[in-house]
């Protein structure tokens, strides 16, 4: 029931653990840090922060690491030694019983695979959010609008390192690779022994391009189809020809593998066009 040592000069315990400021300070505690639906009370003498967040594995912790992490340095003025390569970022200690619950040791993992700094750019990050979100959905009417990408229409393009998606139809811009959610290759058509084998899982059986669609994080023109409804066609918004599908619950790559929520585009709907410098001028390559 008491303080548990993680690390030199860090404790993890619970509410429990605050109810003794003797005990806190003979421990050399001079800071708090509670992840809690309540806020607890203040002890006097101690700089406290707090999360408001239930222990389930649902809760979004991720988002507020960054400030934990602050809090927790600005508490830990002296040096410490570098992390081994490879040491675990989730607490660790000879009793068992202290468990975190599966969703935020989870959420540490992404943390530390973002190098420990929360990155909203990283396709790791979107693809969580994008999950968070739709365990959360039901009949949308109101995203955030942090979701969405900037519909690449309404901004120039700068870097020619970045790929841009048009319809193919119409040639309106729909989206840039950085909105591309990659996930791991499925295994091919024997995931799809539960219904009838489609015709894009049976090109993943003839040696050809196994992911017959881009899956991609919503961009701003796809809000109006999203809301209130959980899955439905992707239209271009110029031409009105059929460009995919999105699901909140979820939809198979023609790969096999299953992939949530889903914004589904066909590549064979777009034309990839990538901008390359000639001296001063820039040029567009489909």
Known sequence: GGMVPVLPGLYV??????????????????????????????????????????????????????????FLGAALPRPRPPRPPGAPLTPRSSRPRRRVNPGFQGQLKLYEAMGCAVDTSSVLYKRYRLEMLSERVSEPQDLPREVFAVDPTTICQTSHTEVLYRCRKCRRALFRSSSILSHTEGIGPTAFAHKRITDSARLSGNGQEKCTSYFIEPVQWMEPALLGVMEGQLLCPKCTSKLGSFSWRGDQCSCGR??????QIHKSRVDEVRTLPVGNFQTAKT
Do not use: I, K
């Open 258 to 263: 299953w992939v949530t929520p889903a914004f």
């Open 13 to 70: 315990g619970g509410a429990e653990s605050c109810s003794s400021p003797e005990a806190l300070s003979a421990a050399g505690v001079v800071a708090v840090l509670t992840v809690d639906a309540e806020e607890p009370p203040a002890v006097p003498g101690l700089r406290a922060m707090h999360v408001r967040a239930r222990d389930e594995p649902g809760a979004d912790l991720l988002s507020r690491l960054d400030e934990c992490a602050a």
